[in-house]
């Protein structure tokens, strides 16, 4: 079994196709994969530390370009086509599938074009441009959240959660166990989030509740997170972005997060129940609707980004953190949601099983 798995720009797209190809290889060992990537972002060093044969192509967006700009992209995304079916005939895979990215567009494209099984995953509830446009092409769409907004064909849609890292797979039980309040804002940090958290948990201990905290600030405003809660004497577990999620997930009884696919669907996997406040400018603002979606099924509470306010925050955290049955509800009602449990489902689709 051949397997060409394309994905680039961030870790959201990045992070579930090395998912997909670690499911591959654990249910069989033989199948070979190859990683194609953009030639500037993560993928490559990723791709690399995984063990996956890695191929650079050189691809730009195309939405919201300047006229001169949009038709540099276009000759650029015309020579990726090519190079792409170069590298499809060279290797003959059985299928090929994107994750997300502008380069995913012109190697699934080109898969198609060459006669290979085609698949598409799609992290949130509101599709990308990319992923809508492959959806007419290709024979299998993998759906983290329901389509609710009718952009796929059901006939090639599947429900299978976000490929996850094994490592979270791991960590899902978590009975009452964990003892901190984890706040996220992404890998970047979200200062609306990190200026209301700190000055919430300060106007909780002003009533006597001390909270052990653990913060992903982000890089910009890691030092002031840090001093400020050094200054009200809060034990704060402070990082400006955490390497090892897994463990932290597992220390906490409840989040504070945005509202990315990949994030809600690793809250999921870990069973931990989260205050959901979204990103406001999320293209197609897809993060309220996945956070919609997890508060309905009782997983979360939801918080517009309009809305935070440290005494919003501060209520809801005392509501929820010490309602020890509640937090047990939302726990299992999180976890059985199943927005992690992607990788397994889509490696048997793909190899028949």
């Excluded at 993560?42 to 044969?53: C, F």
């Excluded at 299978?160 to 309040?181: D, I, M, Q, V, Y």
């Excluded at 996997?269 to 099924?297: C, E, R």
């Excluded at 976890?335 to 889509?346: S, W």
Aim: proline share 4%; hydrophobic share 45%.
């Amino acid at each position: 079994m051949k397997v060409l798995i394309t994905a680039g720009g961030t870790g959201g797209h990045i992070m579930p196709a090395i998912a997909i190809a670690d499911a591959l290889r654990d249910r069989l060992p033989g199948a070979k994969i190859l990683f194609v990537g953009t030639d500037r972002g993560m993928e490559e060093r990723i791709a690399r530390l995984k063990g996956l044969d890695f191929i650079p192509i050189k691809a730009l967006g195309i939405k919201g370009k300047s006229l001169v700009n949009l038709l540099r992209a276009v000759m650029v995304n015309g020579k990726a086509f090519f190079t792409s079916m170069r590298i499809i005939k060279a290797f003959r895979p059985h299928w090929v599938i994107g994750t997300g990215g502008y380069i995913t567009g012109m190697v699934v494209l080109s898969g198609r074009f060459l006669g290979c099984r085609c698949a598409i995953q799609e992290q949130n509830s509101i599709p990308g441009l990319t992923n809508r446009l492959l959806a007419r092409i290709a024979h299998r769409v993998f759906l983290a959240f329901p389509d609710r907004s009718g952009k796929f064909p059901k006939s090639k849609t599947m429900l299978t959660g976000n490929p996850l890292r094994s490592e979270f797979s791991a960590c899902h039980s978590r009975n009452g166990n964990g003892s901190s309040l984890l706040i996220l804002g992404g890998s970047l940090g979200a200062s609306s989030i990190n200026k209301a958290a700190a000055k919430a948990l300060a106007l909780l201990k002003s009533d006597g509740i001390t909270i052990k905290v653990i913060h992903q600030s982000g890089k910009q405003d890691y030092q002031w997170v840090k001093d400020a809660y050094l200054t009200m004497g809060i034990d704060a577990d402070v990082n400006a972005f955490i390497d090892d999620m897994a463990s932290a997930y597992s220390a906490a009884k409840l989040a504070v997060s945005r509202c990315g696919g990949i994030t809600l669907s690793e809250l999921s996997a870990t069973g931990l129940p989260s205050i959901m406040v979204p990103f406001p400018h999320a293209t197609d603002d897809h993060q309220s609707f996945n956070a919609k979606y997890v508060a309905d099924q009782g997983g979360g509470w939801l918080i517009p980004d309009s809305h935070l306010t440290p005494e919003r925050l501060a209520i809801e955290i005392k509501t929820r953190l010490f309602n020890h049955e509640g937090l047990l509800t939302a726990s299992a009602r999180m976890q059985r949601i199943g927005l992690g449990a992607g990788a397994d489902r889509i490696a048997g689709e793909i190899l028949g099983v």
